[in-house]
């Protein structure tokens, strides 16, 4: 059974960085592209990053150059390193995988606030 635990939100202010974990169990880790998603409040899921079986990466416009997702194929282990946030980042992150089926975790709320 695959399961997807997300841990490492919170409360930061503008400008500040964050790093999410997600830890993945019941999956062939090393084999699957793992995403990060977000939903803000009254929004559409949307996603943020992509880090691919092959190592290659992907990133939404919205957050290039600011966040990075990164693996640990022997922990399995997904991580996004957030920097420079905004109030625009204020969301539910979620992390992600396909198998078939879409796995989701539960969720982490990222607040970006003064």
């Known amino acids: 059974q695959v399961q997807l635990v997300e841990s490492g939100g919170g409360l930061v202010q503008p400008g500040g960085s964050l790093r999410l974990s997600c830890a993945a169990s019941?999956?062939?880790?090393?084999?699957?592209?793992m995403d990060w998603y977000r939903q803000a409040p009254g929004k559409q899921r949307e996603l943020v990053a992509t880090?691919?079986?092959?190592?290659?990466?992907n990133y939404a416009d919205s957050v290039k150059g600011r966040f990075t997702i990164s693996r640990d194929n022997a922990k399995k282990m997904v991580y996004l390193q957030m920097n420079s946030l905004a109030p625009g980042d204020t969301a539910v992150y979620y992390c992600?995988?396909?198998?078939?089926?879409?796995?989701w975790g539960q969720g982490t709320q990222v607040t970006v606030s003064s």
């Open positions: 880090s691919t079986s092959d190592g290659s990466t």
């Open positions: 992600h995988t396909q198998i078939g089926y879409h796995y």
């Open positions: 019941g999956v062939i880790f090393s084999s699957r592209a």
